[in-house]
């Protein structure tokens, strides 16, 4: 298994094309001269923790790609009813008759209760949705936060004053319940109240709701930094030798954050996969027939007496995926900033 | 400090103002016509939603609606032929109760839990970041930090079913969570919310452990601490009575601020155990479509951040000497 080489590719890919200043290596004598991101990815490398941890949320990633494979390969799909097809499978009151919630040869993970679904492709199929969502929803809130923290953080003054107004609006309203309320909203827009809306309806309602709320954490960080980048010397120089505004902000201040962005990118993921699996908990995400770990959580709760097992595999493929992203996450900033000390 | 107070307070009520303005908004003019028939319920003829309509003043400009509504919260105002008294945010949809009643009689489960895990969460996590920091880079700092890590990762959803099953179902261990009021018996009352607590406390702990210790290493590093050692105090003298108090300022910003997390754990531990708070009110309220009961949710929420915001910046200035509040 090469997986380690692909985190390797995708950070050093992501690392040098993002870094401005990359100095050609090659040389096999000291000193060899090395790139920010060179280094920090050699500092990377040598974190165990965070290595292992890069494999462990590439793996989530690849199995969210290869859902069909996984599908096509273990011979089931995520909706199928198994459990009602075929009688011996569940009892009359819809719980798995055999123990453990029906874990067997051939239903790996057990049948889901009631609707007799394989819990392990409802599984697989849900790191599409969670994933998918979350990645959207971190892709436009960075894009919004980088380009409204450096307005803020750059022209300053009235600009700074607005934002600032604003994301302190945003903040002092609890984000759950925020998000809570809207999320109808935000699906009303689109469709009739009462009408059945389609999963991809419901997902895009659900990006809004997020990505409106959701961009202020990138803002603030970045703002800070543009504000102190801006009075550094290079930006001087740069003015003084005459760069437009519009060179200044792509060319000198873009390279430099790019440390803050991934950092904010590190943080935002999980944050993002977890609110959505809240929200499809609290039944205003996605809802049947589309598979989520959220609503699978939530029908575990509902079955938590009868069939404990049920709630073991979700509750655990969460906490899996959060805690190996904030280790990444963690090993990443270590990696990008050698002066951080924990 | 009276000016920064003043300002303080002004600033608050614009974004109080602005944030009403636009639930307002995104409540009752988007869905449109919907609002009547949701209103009306089930058994809904064209004559009653016209009826509902001009009661509910829908039939107005929708700017119209909005002073309305700003107008009952401060001074009352009539809806349909009843006196809704000031502070009116309106009646549910559902169950046609005041919904400022409604919330204020839910509060004190949603405090009751807020305080039970803001006391659970305090004593844990200031105290493991602490250790963590006394003992930094040997085991009981990994040790502890490791425990924070997978704590902090834990969702409140997930562990509130294994709690309910651990120690309720199969164990008859603790009592199923319910809510008694603290006056009328406070061991009912904490017997009853201590597996919230737990569960709540837990995510958060995790997040002040490691916040204590990267505050208290901070602290550990500055002049001031040498100074002391220097000066010839115990180590547990430089800590507890120097590098603690230093390292407690930014908790108790964080934890200020931490109210709206706060009210967000609330929504879903209340839903996950049942109790009938604030946070379920909400969660019930939105999937009723009881507009006037979210919009009132919304905004007492809002307020009560605002509030506590005000409450951190005052406390700031006041612990740490090296503020000095500029009006």
Redesign the interface.
């Known amino acids: 298994m090469d997986i380690g080489g692909h985190v390797a590719d995708l950070v050093q890919a992501e690392l040098t094309t993002a870094d401005a200043s990359s100095v050609p290596t090659g040389r096999s004598k000291p000193p060899v001269g090395r790139s920010p991101g060179q280094l920090a990815w050699r500092r990377f490398r040598r974190d165990k923790t965070g290595v292992i941890s890069g494999c462990v949320v590439l793996f989530f990633f690849l199995v969210g790609l290869g859902a069909p494979l996984i599908s096509l390969l273990y011979g089931k799909d995520p909706d199928t009813q198994y459990g009602l097809e075929r009688p011996g499978l569940l009892s009359d009151t819809g719980i798995p008759m055999k123990p453990n919630g029906g874990i067997d040869g051939e239903f790996w993970l057990g049948l889901e209760p009631k609707l007799g679904r394989d819990v392990l492709m409802q599984l697989v199929y849900g790191i599409r949705t969670s994933l998918l969502i979350a990645l959207v929803v971190v892709f436009i809130v960075t894009a919004i936060g980088v380009i409204i923290g450096i307005t803020a953080g750059y022209l300053g003054g009235k600009a700074d004053y607005f934002i600032g ?1 604003v994301i ?2 945003l ?8 998000f ?3 999320t ?2 935000a699906l ?2 689109f469709i ?2 009462g009408k059945e809306a389609p999963a991809w309806l419901r997902a895009t309602a659900l990006i809004l709701v997020l990505s409106v709320f959701g961009w202020t954490r990138a803002a603030r960080l970045l703002r800070g930094q543009v504000l102190s980048l801006r009075e550094r010397e290079f930006i001087d120089a740069a003015r003084v030798s005459g760069a437009s505004s519009r060179r200044i902000v792509l060319k000198e201040l873009l390279p430099n954050l790019v440390t803050p962005i991934l950092v904010v990118v590190t943080l935002d993921v ?1 944050a993002m996969v ?1 609110t959505e ?2 929200l499809s ?4 995400g996605m809802v049947e027939p589309t598979p989520d770990w ?1 609503r699978m ?2 029908t ?2 509902d079955y ?2 009868t069939v ?1 097992t049920y ?1 073991v595999f ?2 655990l493929a ?2 899996i995926f ?2 190996a992203f ?2 990444l996450g963690d090993s990443v900033r270590d990696a990008l900033d050698p002066k951080s ?2 | 400090m009276l000016a920064f107070l003043v300002r303080r307070v002004i ?1 608050a009520l ?3 103002l ?2 009403s303005a636009i ?1 307002f908004l ?2 009752f003019a ?2 449109g016509n ?1 609002v009547a028939a ?1 209103s009306c319920g089930k058994s809904c003829t064209p004559a009653l939603i016209d009826e509902i309509k001009r009661g509910l003043g829908l039939d107005q400009p929708i700017w119209q609606q909005y002073l309305t509504y700003l107008g009952g919260i401060f001074g009352g105002r009539m809806i349909g032929d009843k006196m809704c008294e000031a502070p009116c945010f309106g009646y549910s949809f559902v169950n046609r109760q005041p919904v400022f009643d409604t919330v204020v009689d839910r509060l004190p489960v949603t405090l009751s839990l807020a305080i039970g895990a803001v006391v659970l969460f305090l004593i844990f996590g200031v105290g493991l970041g602490m250790l963590a920091a006394l003992r930094k880079g040997k085991a009981a700092d990994k040790i502890a930090m490791g425990f924070a ?2 704590g ?4 409140i ?2 562990l ?3 709690f ?2 651990i120690f309720v ?1 199969s164990s008859d261990l603790l009592p199923r969570p319910h809510y008694v009021s603290f006056f009328d018996s406070p061991l009912d009352w904490a017997g009853g919310l201590i597996l919230p607590w737990i569960c709540l406390a837990l995510i958060h702990t995790a997040y002040y452990a490691r916040l204590t210790r ?1 505050s208290m ?1 901070d602290v550990l590093n500055e002049d001031f601490i040498r100074t002391v050692r220097a000066k010839g105090l115990s180590t547990r003298e430089v800590y507890v009575k120097h590098a603690f108090r230093g390292a407690m300022t930014p908790i108790a910003t964080i934890l200020g601020l931490d109210i ?2 706060l ?2 754990g609330a ?2 531990t209340e ?2 155990f049942s109790l009938v708070g604030v946070g379920q009110l ?2 019930n309220s ?2 009723a ?1 009881d507009l006037p009961m ?1 919009m009132g ?2 905004m007492l ?2 307020s009560a ?2 509030v506590a ?1 005000i409450i951190v910046d005052v406390v700031y200035a006041a612990i740490d000497p090296r503020i000095k509040v500029t009006a």
């Open positions: 107004r302190d609006t903040l002092a309203i609890p984000s759950t319940l925020f809570l309320a809207f109808p909203i009303a827009l009739a109240p999980p977890t699996a809240a908990y609290l039944g205003v959220g959580i939530h575990g709760g938590i007496q404990p709630l979700p509750g969460l906490l959060v805690l904030n280790l000390h924990r | 600033g614009l974004i109080l602005v944030i639930t995104l409540f988007v869905p919907e949701l890590l997978v902090g990762s834990m969702q959803y997930v509130a079913p294994f309910l099953y179902y990267s290493v709206a997390t009210f967000a929504i879903i839903t996950s909400a969660v939105v999937l479509s979210m949710v919304v929420a809002s951040v605002v915001n």
